[in-house]
Nanobody
Framework: VQLQASGGGWVQTGGSLRLSCAASGRTVSSRAVGWFRQAPGREREFVAVISWNGDRTEYDDSVQGRSTISRDISRETVYLRMNSLRPEDTAVYYC????????????????????WGQGTQVTVSS
């Protein structure tokens, strides 16, 4: 499966972006999809994850209440809407599909994910 992340860009503090993660080559409809981010000099960190059918979501505390993850199963696409962006949200954002299918518990560990997209840059200016 190939994952294409898009929707990043430059925004001012307080702005919003909607990131998209489009899957191709193989369906991801049976798997959870997560978003991670990596800022320069920092480890890759978890942002949010959505279950295979969209009925469960989890967020990192740093984006909880400001972000919404969703998926359009028919389009094989997962979205991450981020509001009230802050300079500390600046990073490359990656989407990834879980190694596990269906009702397996959601994970915030990168090791639980198998296929990764190429990333999309988000820059928030102060």
């Amino acid at each position: 499966v190939q994952l294409q992340a898009s929707g990043g860009g430059w925004v001012q503090t307080g702005g919003s972006l909607r990131l998209s993660c489009a899957a191709s080559g193989r369906t991801v409809s049976s798997r959870a999809v997560g978003w991670f981010r990596q800022a320069p000099g920092r480890e890759r960190e978890f942002v949010a994850v959505i279950s295979w059918n969209g009925d469960r979501t989890e967020y990192d505390d740093s984006v909880q209440g400001r972000s919404t993850i969703s998926r359009d199963i028919s389009r094989e696409t997962v979205y991450l809407r981020m509001n009230s962006l802050r300079p500390e949200d600046t990073a490359v954002y990656y989407c990834a599909t879980s190694r596990y299918t269906y009702t397996h518990p959601l994970s915030d560990y990168p090791e639980a994910y198998a296929a990764w997209g190429q990333g999309t840059q988000v820059t928030v200016s102060s």
